[in-house]
């Protein structure tokens, strides 16, 4: 079975800067794509970061280029770079995958305060 770990999140200062990761495992080969979402209490899921097999990449305009993802094939591994942490970040960030078929990690939460 296919398995996405999330991890790095935490508490964090405003203004701080953190780096989530993803680990896939499993029976995934290696034409998939790969993103970043959050939701944030009382809100929707939303889509932050998407990158591609060849590692193209896609943003939301919501996050103002504080955010880079990549990855890492020979890990099977992809990162989120948060920066310029702000109250409004405070999420659960979720890693998914998409192949043949799509899987959703469990979840990180990411927690900014002062």
């Known amino acids: 079975q296919v398995q996405l770990v999330e991890s790095g999140g935490g508490l964090v200062q405003p203004g701080g800067s953190l780096r989530v990761s993803c680990t896939a495992s499993?029976?995934?080969?290696?034409?998939?794509?790969m993103g970043w979402y959050r939701q944030a209490p009382g809100k929707q899921r939303e889509l932050v970061a998407l990158?591609?097999?060849?590692?193209?990449?896609r943003y939301a305009d919501s996050i103002k280029g504080r955010f880079t993802i990549s990855r890492d094939n020979a890990k099977n591994t992809v990162y989120l770079q948060i920066n310029s942490l702000k109250f409004e970040d405070t999420a659960v960030y979720y890693c998914?995958?998409?192949?043949?078929?799509?899987?959703w990690g469990q979840g990180t939460q990411v927690t900014v305060s002062s």
């Open positions: 990158i591609t097999s060849v590692g193209g990449t």
């Open positions: 998914r995958l998409a192949a043949g078929n799509i899987y």
């Open positions: 499993g029976n995934i080969g290696s034409a998939y794509n």
